[in-house]
């Protein structure tokens, strides 16, 4: 079967070897994504605001893929802030509510930058 790499455009993508998205076969594996903090729509003391921008964005990759939010069957939650919980699940829920993609929310000690309270990773399967 064919490799698609779907790359977003990130730095960190040439610098660490990595894409944003696998797709082989029907299965598209997204990497684990933060938000782009603006520190006015998206704040570092939002996680609400995090999580609706990573889920947004990553539906654009899934549509790269040939895939959508809908045929996520997993995602991987990761928070420096698990006080944080109500707010990224009703964000998740916002987008996942009819979908219920398996998940799992886990709290870490840190991200790459204090900034980030949420990372997600997603696996899809286009039916």
Not at 58 to 80: M, N
Not at 91 to 99: L, P, V
Request: charged share 25%.
């Amino acid at each position: 079967m064919p490799r698609q790499n779907i790359l977003s455009g990130s730095p960190w993508e040439d610098k660490m070897g990595y894409c944003r998205a696998v797709r082989i076969g029907n299965i598209v594996e997204v990497a684990g994504t933060v938000a782009i903090v603006d520190g006015e729509k998206v704040k570092a003391d939002d996680a609400f605001a995090q999580t609706n921008n990573i889920i947004e964005r990553i539906s654009k990759v899934l549509e790269d893929a040939g895939a959508s939010l809908g045929d996520v069957v997993r995602t991987r939650i990761f928070t420096t802030d698990i006080n944080c919980f109500d707010e990224i699940a009703r964000a998740h829920g916002a987008y996942f509510g009819d979908i219920k993609p398996t998940t799992g929310i886990y709290e870490i000690s840190k991200l790459v930058s204090p900034d980030y309270l949420v990372e997600i990773e997603f696996t899809a399967i286009v039916q």
